[in-house]
């Protein structure tokens, strides 16, 4: 599963159509696209859903790129330059020529993992994050709408998202494997806990602004609020993952003890709510993010995991609470 070969031989169907076709693919699979996405359906369809696949993406994502730094095991394009990097605008710079595995089931010569972990060239790859992203987004979509077509898109989605990063180079099938596990765990995990079960009831569901004192009540507080910060010390955990998990979670216990808003609205109101979330997120990302340079030039860690948390908050908050104001939304008190 670690064989070049394989990706060589998918390659070898190329032409600037494929290439154009996967690229296409790949990016809905990027931060940008998985954005895009949850805030169509956050602003645009429900906003309880979107909050909860947020949360999916979020931890998906979180889990993912720890385990990539556990591993730490190359691309493709790294350890054979017979492996085009199609869609970019470089050949592969690899000096490195067959040293994929030798066998199905085999794994990658140690020698070359050792040399590329000492020096690395790129991120690592396994498990691959575009595949877990893929599944876990749209298999959760699947939880929410249960409808042909959404069945149609996600199926695409969940082919040809893997399917392109290995035409393109990024990825050997194991990554791939690897991604999809991670996902359907991820989902199966929010599925029984969340979806099936009444965990997020009495908070998503119930009166704004209160809450039941039992065991449940308490554990998604502790969720919320203290798991996020717990896990700041663990090596190699995604801190800008833990950022917008706290922008995410405190942005809406604002608007929770207000009322969250209901999902009602016209076609052209869920439009121009979408419309303002995306300026919101753009408009609150640039802004912080020249701030940031212009005022804090030390520990730029912590800049950048504050600056993506206040993103969060400003985003969410701002755009629903705008959204209200211009009758857009409604505030609701009780689903």
């Known amino acids: 599963m670690f064989q070049t070969e394989i990706i060589i031989f998918i390659q070898s169907f190329a032409s600037d159509f494929w290439t154009g076709f996967f690229k296409f693919w790949s990016a809905i699979g990027t931060i940008p696209g998985l954005i895009f996405i949850t805030l169509i359906i956050l602003f645009g369809i429900s906003f ?20 990539k730094e556990v ?45 590329l972990r000492a020096n690395p060239m790129d991120s690592w790859g396994f ?37 392109s990063r290995m035409y393109l180079g990024r990825h050997f099938l194991a990554d791939i494997i690897g991604g999809y596990f991670i996902g359907f765990v991820v989902v199966y995990i929010f599925y029984y806990f969340i979806y099936k079960g009444d965990w997020l009831e009495s908070f998503l569901f119930g009166n704004s602004g209160q809450i039941r004192w039992d065991f449940k009540s308490f554990f998604l507080l502790f969720y919320f609020i ?15 993952g833990i950022a917008y998990l706290i922008g995410l979670n405190l942005s809406f216990l604002l608007l929770w003890m207000r009322g969250i808003p209901k ?34 030039r ?38």
Not at 52 to 59: A, D, F, Q, R, T
Not at 80 to 101: I, Q
Not at 304 to 331: D, H, V, Y
Request: net charge positive.
């Open 127 to 163: 498990p691959s994050g575009h595949t877990s992203s893929a599944i876990a987004l749209w298999g959760s979509i699947l939880m929410f709408f249960k409808k042909i077509g959404v069945w149609v898109i996600a199926a695409a989605v969940i082919i040809f998202i893997p399917l």
């Open 226 to 240: 203290f798991l996020p910060l717990l896990l700041l010390p663990i090596p190699n955990i995604y801190r800008e």
């Open 48 to 67: 309880r859903g979107g909050y909860i696949l947020m949360h999916i993406v979020l931890w998906n994502g979180i889990i993912t790129l720890c385990l």
């Open 263 to 296: 999902d009602s609205g016209t076609v052209m109101q869920r439009i121009y709510r979408v419309l303002i979330a995306v300026v919101f997120y753009l408009g609150a990302s640039q802004l912080l993010e020249k701030l940031s340079d212009v005022i804090f």
């Open 71 to 115: 591993f730490a095991l190359p691309r493709p394009a790294n350890v054979d330059f017979n492996v085009k990097l199609l869609g970019e605008s470089y050949p592969n710079p690899t000096h490195f020529e067959s040293m994929g595995a030798k066998s199905f089931f085999g794994e990658l010569p140690a020698d070359a993992v050792q040399t």
């Open 298 to 335: 030390s520990e730029p860690g912590a800049v950048e995991f504050i600056r993506i948390a206040l993103t969060m908050i400003l985003f969410l908050w701002g755009a629903t609470e705008l959204s209200i104001k211009l009758g857009l939304f409604r505030r609701n008190a009780k689903f």
